[in-house]
């Protein structure tokens, strides 16, 4: 049984295969989320597969607990997995730069992943680590346009656990961090304060230097370029003389931090200073001697002498980034050493910083060292926060201390530092001519003399030392050393001690110490406390050579200094001192135990000498600020003790006193003693003992406020009021002390001052504000709330709040803008403070912000600041309420009514008027508006609905409700547009409350406004639309998010729609009888609500519809306007990309349930209304699928088509079906269909009338327009398009119904001479411009994946100009590229009609004409005219397809040779509104063998007869078509083809067969129909010996002879005229050796059916290839030869048909219009016939370099009204194919099969096919449609002997010419079409490469072989009709015969892989043959001997190929 889980959470451990039922697959490491448990099995999720749900074993899976996972970790790993989808769409979008940089970021965080997971850091490390890594995942989120995590410090927030006032403050700081973040973890945030103390690390890598052999000592300070001063002591790094690397004092001993740098020390004048000192000799080269006499430097005294400086800039470092919250990194430098003159020494770091070089030069550095090295690193805050954040830095580490305090005194700092500069000296020579070499030794002595160690420091780095020796000048009098030293003197031993400073003289020839020669020395303390002066002190010099003698007590009597008041005598007995000499000392005081200030001292010792207290009271006044906070709490002490006397009054000094008091508090106030105010606190709470002062401090505040006015300086003042906090703190615990003392007396008094002092106060804040008193009102109203803050243990909470009120309401409204702020920031502060937490006070709080919050949302001034208390406000009481969850005190309730009924309705007012335009403070406002919602609940809007209303008058309610709702929905509708759009979780939040909040605002429309007299229908219509935009939004359709954030919100907040659905309908059924208020105008809301794609809401809320039709019913007796709306709705919201296939089917099976269940008596109409919404759900869905993209513009077509049929048929919508209209004619005129736009403007214009003048309006125009004349401006528009698409005939009724406007009814003869001249030159384009006929395709569409609109449908199509099958098929795989092309044309069966594919099924079909508009010729219609209508206007469409019934004869297959013929009818004629369309009916009809014979032999005949006819209209024109034909005919003969229908049809035995059962009529009139053909054959040839001209004469010799065989052969049948002949033409010529095995093919030829004896369909295949003309197999040569008359199959007496003129076989012969099968025929140019040529196919270029060129011949075209109307004018629906014929495969050698007998006749005529004549143009390039091109036969006679050559080239790919002129049949082969099938270079007669002249179209092509057959000929070429080749012998040869069999079985079975069953059939009669070619017969190459023959024989026989 399943258990369900609590949110459990594992890892896959192991593959799972999932290989069990409802199995989910999971791969090692997988995540799952456990929603139900087994014994055995979980059932869960997969985030990495979304919506899969699914099994798997537990022993699989390793739960995790998620309370023990870090939660940043969890989140690092959902972002890796979110990104990583985004990251794998980059790499597909080539975004390289996203894709890499995105990349890093990922890797990163991955390994910060690992490091966490690894637990080994300490917790600040982990903190560190975590906002590095949640700082780079809001950067890649915020990059990425993801949702904003709001989180505080790493961690997420859970928006459930804060108010949303808080939550919008977070988003808000988190925004700002993800802003300033970056992808390297570095986080810009926004500091709160400014980071005042900073810290340099320092550390030498590197020293570059070698002295000398000496060891040498670098001392490293910090430098004030500006000041030309150092800022911090020395730090000492020693240098041995083997070099650096080898010199370890201690660990870390060359790193240092210099502390304390202040933001006025970090500037560009920041220098690192390296003074290099050189310990040795003091010459030395003495030094270099020693030790390369092997000594030593050890035997004798060193010294240190000046070497180098160097200085490094810093001003980089001191340009850090405050806002950056983690530390700069450790960078690396160098800098070079310079040197000077040692008298400049000291000078040097200014003269380099100067860049004075030509005082100093650089020193040279060791080979390949950089000088020396060091690296620096900044760090922030203060020393002990540096301490803790980078603990690695301070270890082992000197601190290097600056010489000053830091700019933030800390209270715990203790320092006592002196810090002494030997800066210079003045000495006498002593009668030397050579200066001394002076060095000074410091040493620090008590008052006895004694020394005193550890208080002695040359520089950090080093111990200290009881003495200091410094470096020595070399033969310097006056030398300056400018070395700095720090004391550290204890302060029990400071008073007493003192500095002693020795000279000496070193020699440098002397070995022996240095030798004493004179001293100074210096006093720390004067008699008065005050220590040693900051600044220069010029010290006396005192001679004396006897150490022994320097006693302290000898010369501490003496002066140290001028002025020196410790001195006893001027000067001492064994001492003496020179004027001439003196020694400068400059001490600095670092110390918080000791002052140099007199007057604070005086201060201190007040009580001692009380007669100084006035003056150091105003010296204290004047004191530096450090001075007064080193000695805080002893000064206070003095101050309040002079302050008051012990009764507690005031003293003489007490003004004074609290000036200096409220100095010090204004001293404390600043930044750089702010740590001092726990000291401060900590006094007062523990240390302050004044417990009478409170009266004065009282009466002082008093007496500042009264006069304020009057003071000329304000700073005092200002000072007093900014410090009340103190004073306050100081009164009230001073009357504590008093009340402690005394049991409480006098507290009525102490109350009574306290409101005497507000009172003052609160004049003070009255008084008319001005420039000098504006800021001391400030400071006044900063310290209001603290100060009532002091006051809660004292006053009760009324009395604070009347204080408070009475404060800020002294405030004018007037005031200027500065004081309304401060008002402001102090109930800001009162509502923040501690007052707001209690229960009392807060509620007299409250009230009092309320009210100031009320005066300034109304008046909308200072919203920021509103809106900051309001925030701070619900904040405390969303706190106080999570405290008081179980139980909520009834003061919060009252607090919180009081604040729903002061702000609620003004919070609203002033959001809805500041929406109007961009207010930043919106959104905090708006973010209050949802906090206070939060806070209410039910009982809170009843009593504020109740406060609304009172006396039951809810005019005040309604209000409030409609403002309310209008501005929720304002802020739905724009999807929360106030918050950014990546606030998802804000905006998540802000509609939880909203939701929550609409459910109690439906109580008192329920309850207030809903009976008869009180309803409301605006209102509630207003909360219903407010309800369906809250539905809609788009922030709560979960549908667009991926899974894991869909899950996640789900889980967080549910689907918030379906609750507020539900809503919905629980009002809607609240209306009862109210409901017909809201139809029809709820219909598209509701809609809205029901588009919604959640399945639950759906379903309950559909039901909607079926009320509203019933309200609308029971009240109006119809549903229409609830009907007329749902579409109008409907069409515009599924445009909107809402609803889907699954809302169609729930729309219509839910209220169809409803209407059968409730079965009310309007369920018809119901039924019908729903079905017919249903198909307008359909095909609204099916044209938005296709709405986008150029290659759905077809489907957008018909989808278009198929809705403005239904707006007009089904619910007569006009004004939708004119907007359709436009619609689909828009998409005609994108893709050039001007025909099919013109009929579609038509639609329009047949709407309208003539005779109305009523204003029209189109869609997408709002000019009106009479009628008449809009449907006159679109008859204009619409014969524009029929000229562009050269559709003239559909434009003639249209010019003569205007010119019939113009005439009769407008009498505007100017429009009727315009429309009568474009109507003629309509009548002229149809005579004179040729158009391309168009292809047209049958196409079936199958299977479930395709469209509803094409699903399993049938359709024809119209091709488009010069588009062919392999085109087309190429179009409509870019329109359906998932679509399979069916590779077979049989019917599909049930599984692909059913499978979720898609399948398309493509083939050639003909168009059967029904020219009405020619029924009442009375005379042969021309040409041009009637071809129009052939394929124009058709609404029926034939194809056959062959089949075999029956036993198939091995030697005549015509017996049972069947034609399946289906008649597709379509919806319209085409063209149309579109270029395709549906088939509406399929009927199907078998043809017998005897009829299709019939029917070739009819369409034969005609097409001779209509050659006969033109020739005798036009004599002249080119003879070669007309001996082509009869040659292809009659010389065909001879080879048997009709005997083989002799044989099948004429005997007895065939009628007495089931096949001939019937067929007695057909076989009488197929002799009939021969001997016709015969009779046609003699006019032929008659004619043709009247027009042959010389040069073809023998060949008519020959016809004549042919013919005369033929008649014989057919003497059985009647009786005909034998015709006898002495000439030799008709006497046999004897056979050549070549052609013996030619002519056993006749023999051979019954042999070669065995292959087809039991195939039925067998050619099925051949018709549905893609890119393939489907054709069914023909005897002749294509299914294209059937007439017009013969598809239509009605009548049995019917006229015979005439021939449709499409492309021919290669053996037909054409008229006088062809001029070779290979080649369009040029026409020349004639009177009667001014033709003009056609387009060009577009995008195809010639190749002009074609290897195999044909030529065009010119001939004269007939006249083209020569045809006659019944029989002529319809033989261009026919099309025959070119076979080419390869000369260089020996099997093209083998026999000819024998001509069918049906292409014979009695007597042994031929049958001849009639062709059309062609238009070209003159200019050489053909005009040759592609049709036409394939009426042409490839073989072409010439008229002149100028075209021999032209014969020859077009002959040599076809057939050898023999010596004598006859065709070679060695030479000759057949193409088999399954050969042509497969090969990949099939070529097209219209593909042909020809040289100019004439340029060939651009349809031609030339194929890689040099040969190409076009995909239409290739169909057409029935593979039982051969190439037919003339031959005059017929001997037969078995072998061969053999050899033909085999090679046509292998054909055969090659053949049904190619989608082909090839069919050998004997030569018919009607000069066709068909040769199976040999497997390279296309590729084959010309042999020069075929060119050769082909060119000596110019008066070649005709015969057809």
Request: a neutral charge; proline letters at 5%.
């Amino acid at each position: 049984m399943w258990i369900p889980s609590n949110n459990k959470y594992g890892v896959a451990i192991h593959n799972w295969h999932g290989n069990v039922r409802f199995g989910l697959a999971l791969d090692v490491g997988d995540s799952v989320d456990i929603v139900e448990e087994c014994k055995h099995w979980y059932r869960g999720s997969c985030p990495r597969k979304s919506r899969a749900v699914g099994l798997f074993p537990k022993t699989y899976i390793h739960i995790k607990d998620l309370s023990k996972i870090d939660p940043v970790v969890a989140e690092c790993t959902q972002v890796l997995r979110e990104w990583s989808e985004i990251w794998k769409r980059l790499y597909v979008d080539r975004e390289a730069y996203k894709f890499q940089t995105l990349r890093k970021v990922m890797f990163s965080i991955l390994e910060s992943r690992r490091e966490l997971l690894s637990a080994t850091m300490t917790q600040d490390q982990t903190l560190e680590l975590q906002m590095v890594v949640v700082s780079k995942i809001d950067w890649g989120n915020r990059k990425l346009g993801l949702d904003l995590v709001p989180r505080e410090g790493p961690l997420a927030v859970d928006p459930h656990g804060i108010g949303i006032v808080k939550l919008y403050n977070v988003h808000v700081n988190s925004a700002d961090n993800a802003k300033a973040s970056s992808s390297r973890g570095t986080l810009r945030r926004k500091t709160q304060r400014k980071i005042l103390t900073h810290h340099l690390y320092f550390c030498m890598r590197d020293f570059g230097h070698r002295i000398g052999g000496d060891d040498a000592e670098v001392y490293f300070f910090l430098y004030d370029g500006s000041h030309m001063r150092p800022l911090s002591e020395r730090f000492l790094v020693k240098i041995s003389k083997d070099g650096f690397s080898n010199y370890i004092e201690r660990f870390h001993s060359n790193c240092t931090v210099f502390t304390d740098l202040g933001a006025a020390d970090l500037n560009e004048e920041l220098h690192l200073v390296a003074v290099v000192m050189r310990v040795g000799k003091i010459i030395q080269s003495d030094s270099i001697k020693k030790i390369e006499k092997g000594g030593t430097l050890g035997h004798g005294p060193t010294f240190r002498r000046p070497f180098g400086v160097g200085v490094l800039s810093l001003g980089d470092i001191a340009h850090f980034d405050s806002s950056l919250e983690q530390s700069s990194d450790e960078r690396e430098y160098n800098f070079k050493l310079f040197q000077c003159e040692e008298k400049d020494f000291h000078l040097l770091p200014e003269l380099i910083i100067k860049k004075s070089s030509g005082k100093y030069s650089p020193i040279q550095t060791s080979q390949g060292t950089q000088g020396i090295v060091v690296s620096l690193k900044l760090l922030h805050g203060g020393l002990g926060q540096a301490r803790q954040e980078q603990p690695l830095l301070f270890q082992g580490s000197t601190i290097t201390r600056k010489m000053g305090f830091p700019d933030v005194i800390m209270p715990g700092d203790v320092r006592n530092d002196l810090f002494l500069t030997l800066e210079r000296g003045e000495f006498e020579r002593g009668g030397k001519n050579t200066g001394k070499n002076i060095l000074v030794t410091v040493v620090v002595l008590d008052v006895a003399g004694n020394v005193l160690t550890d208080c002695l420091w040359g520089a950090s780095g080093m111990e200290s030392q009881p003495q200091y020796r410094s470096m020595i000048l070399y033969h310097q009098n006056a030398p300056s050393w400018n070395e700095m030293l720090r004391l550290s003197v204890p302060i029990d031993k400071f008073s007493t001690a003192h500095v002693r400073f020795e000279f000496r003289h070193c020699s440098t020839r002397d070995k022996t110490e240095p030798k004493l020669f004179a001293f100074s020395f210096a006093r720390l303390m004067d008699t008065s406390g005050a220590t040693l002066g900051d600044g220069q002190h010029e010290l006396y010099v005192y001679k004396c050579e006897d150490p022994a003698k320097l006693q302290a007590s000898n010369y501490l009597r003496l002066q140290c200094r001028p002025r020196d008041a410790q001195a006893k005598m001027d000067c001492g007995g064994c001492f003496s001192r020179s004027s001439k000499e003196v020694f400068v000392l400059r001490s600095l005081l670092c110390s918080t135990k000791l002052t140099q200030n007199a007057d604070l001292l005086s201060l201190l010792q007040w009580r001692t000498y009380p007669e100084t207290i006035q003056d150091s009271l105003t010296g204290v006044l004047r004191l530096n600020d450090e001075e007064l906070v080193k000695f805080l709490q002893d000064v206070l002490d003095a101050l309040f003790a002079m302050f008051s006397n012990e009764e507690g009054n005031s003293t003489q000094h007490s003004g004074l006193v609290f000036h200096v008091l409220v100095s010090i508090f204004s001293l404390l106030q600043s930044n750089k003693f702010q740590h001092f105010r726990p000291v401060m606190n900590e006094y007062i709470e523990n240390h302050f003992a004044a417990a009478l002062v409170y009266k004065g401090l009282i009466t002082s505040v008093e007496h500042m406020a009264v006069f304020m006015t009057k003071a000329e300086h304000p700073d005092p003042f200002q000072k007093c009021f900014g410090s009340l906090e103190y004073i306050f703190k100081l009164l009230i615990q001073s009357r504590k002390l008093f009340a402690r003392a005394t049991g409480g007396q006098y507290e009525d008094s102490f109350k009574r001052d306290l409101h005497s002092l507000f009172t003052a106060l609160n004049g003070m804040l009255a008084v008319p504000s001005y420039d000098v008193i504006i800021p001391t009102q400030e400071a006044l109203l900063n310290s209001t709330g603290v100060v009532l803050e002091q006051l809660k243990d004292t006053l009760p909470a009324p009395e604070l709040g009347m204080l408070a009120r009475n404060m800020l309401d002294a405030i004018p409204r007037g005031a200027p803008i500065r004081l309304i702020q401060a008002k402001l920031h102090a109930v800001k502060d009162l509502v923040s403070g501690e007052l707001f937490h209690e229960d009392d006070s807060r509620t007299v709080v409250l009230s009092v912000a309320c009210k100031h919050l009320r005066m300034h949302l109304s008046r909308r001034d200072e919203l920021r600041l509103c809106a900051e208390i309001l925030s701070e406000i619900l904040s405390q009481l969303y706190d106080l309420q999570k405290e008081q969850r179980d139980k909520v005190t009834n003061t919060l309730q009252h607090d919180l009514d009081s604040l729903c009924k002061n702000i609620l309705g003004i919070l609203i007012r002033t959001i809805s008027i500041i929406m109007e335009g961009s207010n930043a403070v919106l959104p905090q406002l708006v973010s209050c508006l949802l906090g206070l919602l939060q806070l209410l609940d039910e009982t809170h809007y009843k009593r504020y609905w109740d406060e609304l209303s009172p006396n039951k008058d809810p005019r005040d309610l309604k209000e409030f409700l409609s403002k309310s709702l209008l501005v929720y929905e304002e802020l739905l509708t724009q999807d929360w547009h106030v918050f950014p759009n990546d606030w998802l979780v804000m905006k998540l939040a802000a509609n939880d409350v909203l939701r929550m909040s609409l459910e109690e605002f439906a109580k008192p429309l329920v309850y207030r406004f809903l009976g008869l007299q009180a309803f409301d229908s605006q209102l509630w219509w207003s909360y219903f639309s407010l309800a369906v935009a809250f539905l809609t939004q788009p922030s709560l359709q979960l549908e667009q998010y991926r899974e894991p954030k869909r899950l996640k919100i789900l889980h967080s907040h549910g689907d918030m729609r379906v609750l507020m659905g539900f809503q919905i309908l629980s009002m809607w059924s609240q209306l009862g009888e109210q409901k017909l208020h809201f139809i029809p105008s709820m219909v598209g809301p509701f809609l809205e609500v029901t588009l919604v794609p959640e399945p639950a809401l759906r379903k309950a809320t559909l039901s909607v519809f079926y009320d509203m039709m019933q309200c609308e019913q029971a009240a109006r007796g119809s549903f229409r306007l609830v009907e007329s709306e749902l579409i109008d709705k409907l069409d515009l919201l599924i445009s909107e990309n809402k609803g889907d296939d699954e809302y169609r089917e729930l729309f219509s099976t839910i209220l169809l349930e409803k209407v059968q269940v409730e079965n009310p008596n309007w369920k018809e109409a119901g039924i019908a209304f729903i079905a017919s919404v249903t198909r307008l759900l359909e095909r609204l869905l099916d044209y938005r699928s296709v709405m986008q993209g150029e290659e759905n513009r077809d489907k957008r077509m018909t989808c278009t088509v198929n809705l403005l049929n239904f707006y007009k048929n089904e619910i007569n919508r006009k004004e939708m079906y004119l907007r359709y209209i436009y619609k689909l004619h828009n998409l005609h005129l994108q893709a050039e269909n001007y025909t099919e736009a013109g009929f579609t403007l038509k639609l329009y214009a047949s709407m309208l009338s003539w005779d109305r003048e009523t204003q029209s309006f189109a869609p997408f125009d709002n000019s009106g327009q009479p009628e008449w004349q809009r449907k006159e401006r679109l008859y204009h528009e619409i014969l524009k398009y029929f000229d562009k698409g050269k559709c003239w005939e559909k434009g003639i009724p249209l010019c003569k119904e205007l010119a019939q406007l113009y005439e009769t009814r407008r009498f505007d003869y100017n429009k009727l001479s315009e429309i009568l001249i474009q109507e003629a030159k309509f009548f002229q384009n149809i005579l004179t411009q040729l158009r391309p006929e168009p292809e047209y395709f049958r196409v079936g569409f199958y299977g479930m994946g395709l469209p509803l609109f094409v699903r399993n449908k049938q359709f024809v199509y119209r091709g488009l100009e010069y588009e062919r099958i392999g085109a087309f098929t190429q179009r409509l795989q870019t329109e359906f590229p998932s679509a399979q092309i069916l590779s077979n044309n049989s019917p599909p069966d049930n599984a692909i009609l059913n499978a979720p594919d898609q399948y398309i099924q493509i083939s050639n079909v003909r168009p059967v004409g029904d020219a009405q508009a020619l029924k009442t010729a009375m005379v042969p219609v021309p040409e041009k005219i009637a071809r129009f209508y052939e394929v124009n206007d058709v609404t029926r469409f034939i194809y056959d397809r062959p089949m075999y019934k029956g036993t198939v004869d091995k030697d005549n297959e015509f017996k049972s040779l069947w034609i399946e013929r289906t008649i597709l009818e379509i919806a319209s004629p085409l063209p149309g509104i579109l270029r395709w369309y549906e088939v509406k009916q399929k009927t199907m009809q078998e043809l017998t063998p005897v009829e299709y014979a019939c029917e070739i032999i009819s369409n034969a005949g005609k097409e001779l007869s209509e050659l006969i006819v033109q020739y005798k209209r036009d004599p002249k024109r080119n003879i070669n078509p007309f001996s082509m034909r009869l040659q292809g005919t009659i010389d065909a003969n001879v080879m048997g083809g009709i005997s083989k229908y002799q044989e099948a049809f004429f005997s007895e035995q065939f009628l007495k067969s089931p096949q001939g059962a019937g067929q007695q009529a057909n076989v009488q009139r197929l002799k009939v129909l021969i001997l016709e053909q015969i009779q046609i054959l003699e006019q032929a040839l008659e004619l043709h010996g009247q027009l042959a001209p010389s040069g073809v004469q023998p060949l008519h010799n020959r016809l004549l002879e042919r013919f005369s065989q033929l008649k014989q052969s057919l003497s059985g049948m009647g009786r005909l005229k034998r015709q006898h002949s002495e000439s030799i033409v008709n006497t046999p010529l004897p056979p050549l050796p070549t052609e013996q095995r030619v002519a056993q093919a006749t023999a051979s030829s019954s042999l070669n059916a065995n292959a087809h004896t039991n195939y039925v369909y067998d050619l099925d295949e051949m018709y549905t290839r893609p890119g393939d003309t489907v054709r069914p197999v023909d005897p002749l040569s294509s299914y294209q030869t059937l007439s017009k008359e013969s598809l239509s199959i009605p009548l049995e007496d019917a006229a015979a048909p005439p021939v449709p003129n499409r492309p021919r076989s290669q053996n037909f012969i054409g008229n006088g219009s062809m001029d070779s099968p290979e080649v369009p025929p040029k026409r020349q140019p004639t009177l009667n016939s001014p033709n003009a040529p056609p387009l060009p196919p577009r995008g195809i270029t010639p190749d002009k370099r074609a290897s195999n060129p044909l030529i065009f011949n010119d001939f004269g075209s007939g006249d083209a009204v020569g045809r006659r109307h019944s029989q002529q004018q319809q033989h261009h629906g026919q099309k025959y194919s070119v076979v080419d014929i390869s000369y260089d495969d020996p099997e093209a050698d083998q026999q000819p099969h024998s001509l069918p007998p049906n292409f014979q006749d009695g007597s042994g005529g031929t049958l001849s096919v009639c062709f059309a004549p062609n238009d070209f143009r003159d200019s050489g390039i053909s005009t040759t449609s592609s049709r036409e091109l394939n009426h042409m036969n490839l073989n072409n006679l010439s008229e002149d002997s100028s075209s021999i050559s032209t014969i020859t080239v077009q002959h040599r790919e076809h057939c050898r010419i023999s010596s004598n002129g006859s065709l070679d049949y060695n030479a000759t082969a057949s193409m088999n079409i399954t050969q042509r099938e497969s090969s990949t270079s099939s070529f097209d007669v219209e593909d042909f490469p020809v040289p100019p002249p004439p340029i060939p179209p651009k349809s031609l092509a030339v194929s890689s072989n040099g040969v190409n057959i076009s995909v239409d000929e290739a169909h057409s070429l029935h593979p039982s009709t051969q190439a037919n080749t003339t031959q005059l012998n017929h001997s037969q040869n078995p072998n061969q015969n053999h050899s033909t069999n085999s090679h046509h079985h292998q054909q055969q079975q090659n053949g049904d892989g190619d989608g082909y069953s090839t069919l050998q059939h004997p030569v018919n009669g009607l000069g066709l043959a068909t040769l199976p070619p040999p497997p390279s017969a296309v590729e084959a190459p010309l042999p020069a001997s075929a060119i050769a023959s082909s060119s000596s024989s110019h008066q070649h026989d005709g015969g057809t190929f």
